[in-house]
């Protein structure tokens, strides 16, 4: 069983940047891939990006590309979200999650999953 903690969330002003965290406990995580997703005030839950359990590749979705980006330390049971260049509309709860099986941008494909961190960004 994988535990899950999200940090770094907070308010930024449009323009500002965020790094958020995602602290895994409980197995083994280089055994996993990750991938970060969000949910928006009256909108569900929306794949953001994602990490092979190598780190070795990444996926985006087209709204954060080249503004976000994904990363882990295995050493330290770590993955990251960088968030640059932040816009209202990235204004959700951030979640990360778990999953065995190869990088996805499925929800279904995650087992474990965090309890989220808020992200506010004021224009």
């Known amino acids: 069983q994988v535990q899950l903690v999200e940090s770094g969330g907070g308010l930024v002003q449009a323009g500002g940047s965020l790094r958020l965290s995602c602290a895994a406990s409980g197995g083994t995580f280089s055994n996993y891939a990750m991938g970060w997703f969000r949910r928006a005030p009256g909108k569900e839950r929306e794949f953001v990006a994602t990490i092979t359990w190598s780190g070795s590749s990444t996926s985006y979705a087209s709204s954060v590309k080249g503004r976000f980006t994904i990363s882990r330390d295995n050493a330290k049971n770590t993955v990251y979200l960088q968030m640059n260049s932040l816009k209202p509309e990235d204004t959700a709860v951030y979640y990360c999650?778990?999953?065995?099986?190869?990088?996805?941008?499925?929800?279904?494909?995650?087992?474990?999953w965090g309890q989220g961190t808020q992200v506010t960004v004021s224009s």
């Open positions: 999650a778990a999953s065995r099986y190869s990088s996805s941008t499925y929800q279904n494909s995650y087992a474990y």
